[in-house]
C-alpha cells in the first residue's frame, strides 16, 4: 500500500504563499497521480489540483487556477502544492491523495485509493 503524509500548513495573510508537501512511502512506484483536495469547516471536500506522473499533466479547480501550481518530484516520491495570492477562502484543511490507476477523471475524491491525514492552511485577513 501508499502511506501520504503532508506538511507545510500554516497561518499566512492575504496575499502570502504557502508549499505544501506531500511525501509517498511504501509501494510508491504504483502510483498513477496525485491529486490535492481541501476541506473547509461545515463544507465538503474539495478537488483542488492534480498531477499525472508519466505526462506531467496538470489541472486546477477554477477556484485556485492561475495562483496555485503542482509539482513532482520522483526520486523523492513527494508532491508539491505551490500555493501564492492566498485569499481567505484558501483557508482549509488539505490532503494529498494517491491513485493506483490510469483514470480519466482526477477530480473526484472516489478516483482517488489513498489519502494523507491532513495539514491546515489558515490565511487571514
Known amino acids: 500500500q501508499v502511506q501520504l503524509v503532508e506538511s507545510g500548513g500554516g497561518l499566512v495573510q492575504a496575499g502570502g504563499s504557502l508549499r505544501l508537501s506531500c511525501a509517498a512511502s511504501?509501494?510508491?512506484?504504483?502510483?498513477?497521480?496525485m491529486g490535492w483536495f481541501r476541506q473547509a469547516p461545515g463544507k465538503e471536500r474539495e478537488f483542488v489540483a492534480r498531477i499525472r506522473w508519466n505526462s506531467g499533466s496538470t489541472y486546477f479547480a477554477d477556484s485556485v487556477k492561475g495562483r496555485f501550481t503542482i509539482s513532482g518530484d520522483n526520486a523523492k516520491s513527494t508532491v508539491y502544492l505551490q500555493m501564492n495570492s492566498l485569499k481567505p477562502e484558501d483557508t482549509a484543511v488539505y490532503y494529498c491523495?494517491?491513485?493506483?490507476?490510469?483514470?480519466?477523471?482526477?477530480?473526484?475524491?472516489?478516483?482517488?485509493?489513498?489519502w494523507g491525514q491532513g495539514t491546515q492552511v489558515t490565511v487571514s485577513s
Open positions: 511504501g509501494r510508491t512506484f504504483s502510483t498513477y497521480a
Open positions: 491523495a494517491a491513485s493506483i490507476a490510469r483514470r480519466t477523471v482526477l477530480t473526484n475524491e472516489g478516483s482517488y485509493d489513498y
